[in-house]
């Protein structure tokens, strides 16, 4: 090789030795930053507290989609149902093909204790918090949509197109994965009840219950200490936050 | 005598016309993620039921292909055959290549493309995914340094330490890559231990597969020789890959019949499922095994190159149509809340999911492809990957035939 | 060891010489704005008295306190409607009354970031129009007398907002103004 091809290579060497060198500390520096770290920790979601839901099927009217609605309109959801519209909860009617008995149920984000979206989110952004309610942090989101795939309650929905017209309490965008939140925008003004359950209380059927499951005092742990409840897929073990009577 | 490379000339027109062609695909994929990123991701066809589609199949694809292309520079230094040490730099270009296409194609359909510099600096280490920025960037970092022992003289010694890493990062990659859907236990198509090593095997077959469509392309249009030896070996062996891919399609399917609860997704996939079941049976089975097999095999057929060419491409639609039914199919069939019961909801419980792929998401996809082609092309005209005959001669005097 | 002075360090040394003066002329680029004769961006902002910190502190710190916040906010539960650091409370007194907005153009983020060319990536999620929801935190109330400022001039501002004289609500609809006290 020639003495100008030796110096070339010898210079490009040298400045890239010199700017990964550089960019070590810049970039722990630069990772830092990023990882935004807060020394204040005087948080209100604690582990001291459990949020759950409890839903009486047998309360729960065929036809009826009240908590659907209150959701919709406290959330600022469009409540189309086409394909790509998100839906943070459902009503679901399921019916035995063998002996015909059949019942309808809301179907939303369980809030599981061992969230398989969270296991699979590659962020962090799906995540459960202190106080049990699983979300999606939307600022590190990337839209991968992993999370969809590895619910099994289908729960999640993905934003197909640019919000314009989204509420100032329940940020949302194009891009990003979301699932009911359990109101937390009211839990976190410290209300106690959910949209859902004022929908449905209006509508009389008061088939939804909401609190503390580590309160004992409150009406939620007095219901699931009377009467026997079931989660949707037991078999997952995934100890969900939302819990069944009557299926 | 010893093999010698040389870089391609690379100053016909036709050369630049491919490299041209390659670069307008990749225009092309850019153009049909810069509309997705403005419009979102309603232009798709992906939907809240079927969420990975088209650019997923395509991309998946080519990352299982380039950890099976790295497979010929393996065989040559991780277990010792000689015979394939000329094959070996152009094999870990194409790793190189089809792991970038694929990941471009996979940054690309994010729904928030801007926040991959978030993907690089916040972690949960439990999901396969962030796993996966390590092991992609670490075989885009073995691979070039395995290149780099094979092309310069002064590090040939770490040759073999080189390999070997390259060997075992890349089956740390694939079996990640399979755990994406296997580690799934929301879907009764995942949710399988199985589907890791079969995600080896098929990277096995895909990888080589794509290895020998460029090497016999590069020596045709270059008017290099090469000689049906080398063919001949490199068949032989994809003949294998394809024969190991359908035992493991076999026993998954053998497996799922076999439980009660999975009869209703098996029913789905193999007899009334639509577009799945004509792409497992027509595309995955008997384009992409049977008639591949048939070709690289019979008599007839065995010993010519446009057989073996058309092999190769079988082999190839077949894979995709394997990622399409694998992952499109897997979304499409209905997820099960009550198992036994009948499901019905404005969220499309209990219904299977509609899915038509969309022109952007195949540009998107095509647009991968580009990439690895525009890599390729450009690289063997830069670096000295290809070796300037493979002809009979020089092959079989220098190197012995095991 | 004598090879690799020999024939390395000059080149490394120019290569590194380079380097250095790129990435000073870089940093000496971040000082151009406290020259007198650049032209500085027009902001308005629409509230009157003070902002929760002063202009100079909100200019070169905001980003951090959203940083810091969104995540006080998220993760931990921050009542965002008294947090006074947080967006809505940020919106609530910056937006435009004229637009109802804080990325319209001219309007108070857009103006700022648009003369440096920063891209707004916060309200593709948050809203950009005031909340319809009274907050419990209003910056003026807060700083009546605490401040210094003439608690007469604050008075009028805090009773023109709530009192929506004609030209204030335009683009303000129903739903907007259900809730506040008129």
Redesign the interface.
Known sequence: MSDID???R??????V???AT?SLPAGLL??QT???K?N??A???SAKTRWGMLIDTTKCATGC?AC?RGCDQENGLSGK?S?????WI????????STGNGFSLP?MCQHCEEP?C????????S?K???GIV?V??????????C???????A????????TD????V???????ESCTFC??R????KTTTACQDACNAEGHQAIYFGDLKDPNSEISKQLAQYSSQE??PN?DLHTGVRYQG? | MQIEFRELDGKSNAYYGLLGGWVVLVLVGLLSAFQMEHYGHIITGMTNQVVWGMPHVFAVFMIVAASGALNVASIATVFGKKFYKPLAPLSALLAIALLAGGLTVLMLDLGRSDRVIVAMTHYNFKSVFAWNVFLYTGFFGFAALYIWTMMDRNVSRFNKPAGFGAFIWRLMLTTGTGSIFGFLVARQAYDSALLAPMFIIMSFSYGLAVYLLVLMLAYRWSKRLIGDVVITRLKNLLGVFVAAVMYFVLVYHLTNLYFTKQHDFERFILLDGGIYTVLFWGGQIVLGSVLPLILLYAPATRKSVNAIFAACLLVVLGGLAQMYVTIIGGQAFPLQLFPGMVETSSFYDGVIHPYTPSLVEILLGLGGVGVVGAIVVFAVKLFRFLPESLDNSVIDTHHNVH | MKKLLTEWLKPAAWGTLILMCAMSMGHAAENTQNTSDVPQPNVTAIKGGKCVENTEFMRKNHMKLLMHHRITAVHKGDNQLADKYSIINCVNCHANPKDNSVVGPGDFCQSCHAYAAVKITCFECHSSKPSATPSPFHATTSMVGATGKDPHATMVHYLAYHEHPQNLNSGLSAKDLAGVTQ
């Not at chain 1, 459902?90 to 093909?97: A, E, L």
């Not at chain 1, 969809?148 to 289908?154: E, I, L, S, T, V």
């Open positions: 030796n110096y070339r010898r210079f490009m060497t040298g400045v030795g010199v700017a550089v630069f990772w990023a990882e935004g807060s204040d920790d948080g209100l979601a989609d659907v149902t394909p790509t519209s998100p839906q459902r009503k679901v009617q399921v019916s035995n093909p179907m398989p969270v296991d699979v989110c590659p962020t962090g952004a995540f918090r202190a106080d979300l942090d939307r600022h590190i989101c990337i839209g991968c949509r992993y969809m795939m590895a619910c099994p309650y289908k999640r929905s993905f934003i197909h197109q640019p919000v989204q509420l100032a309490e940020p949302r965008g194009q891009g990003c994965v937390v925008q839990i976190d003004e410290g949707v897929l997952l299926i």
